[in-house]
């Protein structure tokens, strides 16, 4: 199987049994399920997210992952929590 852009290796249908296919799928819909009842009693979650998503539209870096960093260690020198991810 050849590697695409990033590293990442492409799908590859023939490597899950039709079970195995199955018990992925109930597991993926059962974590989007999950992922969803805790964003809804997380409202400030949305909050978190559309700020980041803002600054970065705005000074559009060139290397989100080092200016998502960036931001963290901020926020952590502004006193916030560090046990908890920014």
Do not use: C, W
Not at 13 to 22: N, T, V
Not at 58 to 79: T, W
Request: hydrophobic share 35%.
């Amino acid at each position: 199987m050849a590697t695409v852009q990033g590293g990442f290796l492409g799908p590859d249908p023939g490597a899950l049994s039709p079970a195995q296919q199955e018990q992925l799928s109930r597991f993926k819909i059962q974590t989007r399920i999950a992922n969803e009842k805790y964003l809804r009693t997380h409202k400030e979650v949305e909050l978190l997210i559309s700020g980041f998503f803002r600054e970065m539209f705005l000074k559009r870096p060139d290397d989100i992952q080092e200016f998502a960093a960036a931001r963290r260690q901020a926020a952590g020198q502004r006193g916030m929590d560090r046990s908890h991810p920014v």
